[in-house]
């Protein structure tokens, strides 16, 4: 509610009528509630650990042990896109770069692990 009301402050809205301001007011407030729901599902993410890779992702244990070892640009933008589900445009906004940064530190990364899970487990072209 309090949201709803600072929104309806900071933009001042010239609204016809009693109705079209309730209309105003009703939409914004759902909408502020879907953001506020968004937000907190993202932040229901566990932090890339050792305890995290060790028990839910015991299968690719591997592989985030190379996302750390990753330059942190790239680093970072493997870990928000993978595994936090971001898109690059959202992830951008997060880390104050360009889109197009995002998705060449993705490549980047992408290239870097292939290369060293390819050396290190002889996995091929297919990572």
């Not at 750390?68 to 640009?73: F, G, V």
Request: proline share 2%.
């Amino acid at each position: 509610m309090q949201d709803t009301l600072i929104q309806f402050l900071k933009t001042a809205p010239t609204l016809d009528s009693p109705k079209h301001e309730k209309a105003w007011l009703l939409r914004v407030a759902a909408n502020l509630s879907k953001n506020r729901i968004d937000y907190n599902q993202r932040r229901l993410a566990d932090e890339l650990n050792e305890e995290l890779v060790a028990k839910e992702r015991e299968d690719l244990s591997f592989v985030w042990e190379e996302v750390k070892a990753l330059p942190i640009n790239q680093r970072e933008a493997v870990h928000l896109f993978y595994y936090e589900g971001y898109t690059t445009a959202e992830i951008g906004k997060m880390l104050g770069r360009r889109e197009s940064t995002v998705r060449s530190d993705l490549r980047r990364g992408r290239a870097r692990l292939q290369g060293a899970l390819k050396e290190a487990y002889d996995f091929g072209e297919g990572v």
